[in-house]
């Protein structure tokens, strides 16, 4: 998914004084690779067990966990949270702007979606010769179901209102083929938007022009539209926003007192999910997931600012942080790129294998060949955004902005 902001962190501080003040250190964001990554692989194992064993996982009026759906909620709370973490750090330089703010968005959410879309099309036109319907999806090649993932206009609340009163179905659409996981990508790039616009132009005291207005209710009509609808994944970013906002004074609070609202936070996800039927679009269970995950990593981080352990036994301990470390930012790097290609993957499998091989062996195989596929987009495209990203402010930004953005 989207949600990957890197926080630039001082080193770790000596004292508990000083920890109180302090920015997470870069020891504990590996907390949010770690998160990133293992949910990235519990989205495709969760579409993976939908689509080989729907004996077990698509019954339907059956309670089941889906965990791809929990996934969700984690990437937005920690997009909420990493997103406006770095434009609080940001907002006080010279040159930091709306503008500066959405090109990085552009080239670190719509740059890797693009050539996704693009390939899902081509693929989907080869695999399926066309529009058709499977047992678990159905694949809509339509010219406006390809413009509306292109422009990152489907499912669109406005549109929706649009066409049912206008009559122009048309203009009412879907994700494109086996692009179906990319409604939650849409839904964090209209969140960017309104977030940028409210946190770089309103709160900044500057006056909005009527099209900047416009674009921030067009914007705000997502999140909105889709909670209407049942589903609060929105609302885990706004919590993760929430508590970036808090965090200097959420890190004064015991690693204990984090603890404790931690655990209360999971019992009242666990009572929801009771109460709602395995329900993860609820607003108790997002919110109360999304409360104890920020909890979590306050506690995690309260701990490591206090660890310090140069016995044998603690510099095993570090070692094999190393390497849990290294494997949690493997995983985590390429994470976007496997939830844009994942569910396509999964259902070329599934057309061309699911007479011939076990439920369990296509599932194996789906794990395999999407990471692997995925970390080769990574390295030929997701990578890049950097670059891209300064490619489009050189070109895009007016000569002064530009030139304080670079410094």
């Known amino acids: 998914m989207t949600g990957t902001s890197s926080l630039e962190t001082p080193a770790q501080p000596k004292t508990a004084t000083e920890h109180k003040e302090a920015k997470p250190a870069p020891r504990t964001i590996v907390f949010f690779d770690f998160a990133r990554g293992i949910s990235a692989q519990a989205v495709v194992l969760g579409h993976a067990l939908n689509i080989f064993l729907p004996g077990i996982f698509m019954v339907p009026g059956q309670r089941v966990f889906y965990i791809q759906s929990f996934a969700v909620v984690i990437f937005f709370v920690l997009s909420g949270y990493l997103i406006t973490s770095a434009v609080l750090k940001k907002r006080s330089h010279a040159g930091f702007t709306?503008?500066?703010?959405?090109?990085?968005?552009v080239a670190r959410v719509v740059y890797p979606l693009l050539p996704a879309v693009a390939l899902i099309v081509a693929f989907d036109f080869l695999v399926?010769?066309?529009?058709?319907?499977?047992?678990?999806?159905?694949?809509?090649?339509?010219p406006q179901a390809i413009a509306g993932s292109f422009t990152m206009l489907f499912n669109h609340p406005v549109l929706q209102e649009v066409a049912v009163?206008?009559?122009?179905t048309w203009i009412d659409v879907g994700p494109v083929g086996t692009g179906a996981p990319l409604w939650s990508v849409t839904a964090e790039w209209w969140i960017y938007v309104a977030f940028g616009i409210l946190a770089l132009t309103v709160l900044s005291g500057k006056r909005?022009?009527?099209l900047r207005v416009a674009l921030l209710l067009f914007a705000i009509?997502?999140?909105?539209?889709?909670?209407a609808h049942g589903?609060?994944?929105?609302?885990?970013?706004?919590i993760g926003m929430l508590y970036a906002i808090a965090a200097p004074t959420l890190r004064r609070m015991r690693v204990s007192a984090h603890l404790w609202l931690f655990g209360l936070a999971s019992a009242v996800f666990a009572a929801g999910l009771h109460y709602t039927g395995q329900n993860l679009h609820a607003a108790v269970t997002v919110a109360a997931s999304?409360?104890?995950f920020c909890h979590l990593?306050?506690?995690?981080?309260?701990?490591?600012?206090?660890?310090?352990?140069?016995s044998a036994r603690g510099r095993l301990r570090a070692s094999a942080s190393k390497w849990f470390d290294s494997g949690s930012i493997f995983l985590s790097s390429f994470s976007y790129s496997l939830y844009l290609v994942h569910f396509s993957v999964i259902t070329y499998i599934w057309f061309y294998l699911h007479s011939v091989l076990s439920a369990w062996q296509l599932i194996l195989l789906s794990l395999v060949i999407c990471n692997l596929l995925a970390y080769a987009y990574y390295l030929l495209v997701e990578r890049h955004f950097h670059k891209v990203g300064k490619w489009l402010k050189r070109h895009l930004l007016p000569p002064k902005k530009e030139e304080a953005a670079a410094r």
């Open 98 to 105: 709306f503008g500066t703010y959405l090109l990085d968005r």
């Open 128 to 142: 399926f010769q066309g529009s058709r319907r499977l047992p678990f999806i159905t694949i809509d090649l339509s």
């Open 165 to 168: 009163r206008t009559s122009t």
């Open 208 to 210: 909005m022009g009527i």
């Open 221 to 227: 009509a997502v999140p909105v539209g889709y909670m």
């Open 231 to 238: 589903s609060y994944e929105s609302l885990a970013w706004i």
């Open 290 to 292: 999304a409360v104890a």
């Open 297 to 310: 990593f306050l506690a995690l981080e309260g701990r490591a600012a206090g660890a310090a352990d140069s």
